[in-house]
Structure formats: structure tokens, C-alpha cells
């Protein structure tokens, strides 16, 4: 059974900049996989950040970038804001209708 | 804008049934693929199911394949989620999203609380 991974948390400071990646169990995370980066605080449901593994959705500040770093997935916050604090979920799609998410990084901004 | 009403979430008894609607505006749902999402309390998410817009295909979880079914009614611009033997480990709020750009998620709802207790 195909296992996507995510860090279970990271930390930054404000003005940073973290990577966080979403990574495969077996195998790399290639363009054809179509990653793509949700954001979720506690209590609300999902925002879509980023599809199509580089592309950001409607309203989405520049300060998010999405990319392939060597065998993985990678979401990238320049310029960290307090109200970046949130959970992150990547999700793959395997091909053939069948769509697996990571475990998703509790991402703190201290 | 896009709106997505999830309902038909509450508390039901180990091997009981439960039926979800989402009610979708804003979009062209008629030809829109889509998707439930689910998030137990306090984990991640976990796609449960998708349906192409003519529900000419549906593709199901290995977690709940066999005991969940999705379908729509594009006439009432309504998901559904037909949920059979419920186990414990089905407690989550569910989510609906249509079908994004590069088979991502759109927009979301904010989601119906099924909780599988007795």
C-alpha cells in the first residue's frame, strides 16, 4: 500500500523561510503524480494552496512555491507570517482514480 | 462564488447506515468530477471517493470500498454518500470538493460530523 509522507511538524521564525516536502514510501514523486498543497487551522476546513505541483490557486500569496526538491514534492514558505501557522497536506494522485494524502506537517511560527 | 453545503452528518450505532448530501452553487456542477474527503478527530485527511461528472466512473478507498457508495444528482446539483455497515474508525468530518485543475481539490465545505458510536 502506496504511503505518502510528510514531516509530522516543523518550526519557523517570522520572515523565514521553510521547505516542507511530501515525500512516496516507495518510489519518487514525479511532475506525473500531480502534487498539490492544502492548508488547514484548526476548526476550518482545507484552503487549496497549490496543484499541479507549482501552480498556486486563486488569491494565493506569492510567498508560497510549490516544486520537485531530488525525489519529493516540496512546499515552500518565503517570508513566514504568523498566520502562516497552520496544518499542511500534500495529496498525489496515483493514477487510475485513486487519490492518497500525506500525514499532513503541524507547521509553527515562533 | 462557490458554495458546498455538506449535511446529513450525526451519531449513528456500530453496522448503522448514513446517508450525506452536498448541495453545490457557484460552479458548473453538471460537469464537474467530485470528491468526499474525510478527517477523523484530530488526524489527517483521507480521500474516501470520487465521481466523474456523468458518473460514468466512481472510484472508492480501500478503507471503505464495499460498504460506501457515491452519487449525484445533477439535476439538484447534490453529492451523495451512502454509507452501510459503519465501523468506529468511520467517526470524521466529511468534505466534499469538486474536482480541481491538475487532479487537485477546488474549494471545500466546511463539512458534516459523522460520529459511529453506541
Redesign the interface.
Known amino acids: 500500500?502506496t504511503v505518502v509522507t510528510q514531516e509530522a511538524s516543523f518550526s519557523v521564525s517570522p520572515g523565514g523561510t521553510v521547505t516542507l516536502t511530501c515525500g512516496l514510501s516507495s518510489g519518487s514523486v514525479s511532475p506525473s503524480y500531480?502534487p498539490?498543497w492544502?492548508q488547514?487551522t484548526p476548526g476550518q476546513?482545507?484552503?487549496?494552496l497549490i496543484?499541479?505541483?507549482n501552480?498556486r490557486?486563486s488569491g494565493v500569496p506569492d510567498r508560497f512555491s510549490g516544486s520537485i526538491l531530488g525525489n519529493k514534492a516540496a512546499l515552500t514558505i518565503t517570508g513566514a507570517q504568523a498566520d502562516d501557522e497552520s496544518?499542511y497536506?500534500c495529496?498525489l494522485?496515483m493514477g487510475?482514480?485513486?487519490?492518497?494524502?500525506?500525514?499532513?506537517t503541524k507547521l509553527t511560527v515562533l | 462564488q462557490v458554495q458546498l453545503v455538506e449535511s446529513g452528518g450525526g451519531v449513528v450505532q456500530p453496522g448503522g447506515s448514513l446517508r450525506l448530501s452536498c448541495t453545490a452553487s457557484g460552479f458548473t456542477f453538471t460537469s464537474s468530477g467530485m470528491h468526499w474527503v474525510r478527517q477523523a478527530p484530530g488526524k489527517g485527511l483521507e480521500w474516501v471517493a470520487f465521481i466523474r461528472y456523468d458518473e460514468s466512473h466512481k472510484f472508492y478507498a480501500d478503507s471503505v470500498k464495499g460498504r460506501i457508495t457515491i452519487s449525484r444528482d445533477n439535476s439538484k446539483n447534490t453529492l451523495y454518500l451512502q454509507m452501510n455497515s459503519l465501523r468506529p474508525e468511520d467517526t470524521a468530518v466529511y468534505y466534499c470538493a469538486p474536482l480541481g485543475l491538475g487532479q487537485s481539490f477546488d474549494y471545500w465545505g466546511q463539512g458534516t460530523l459523522v460520529t459511529v458510536s453506541s
Do not use: C, E
Not at chain 1, 476546513?45 to 487549496?48: D, F, L, Y
Not at chain 1, 487510475?96 to 499532513?104: E, Q, R, S
Open positions: 500500500q500531480q498539490s492544502y488547514q476546513a482545507p484552503r487549496t496543484y499541479s505541483t501552480t490557486s496544518d497536506y495529496v494522485y487510475t482514480g485513486i487519490w492518497v494524502f500525506g500525514g499532513g
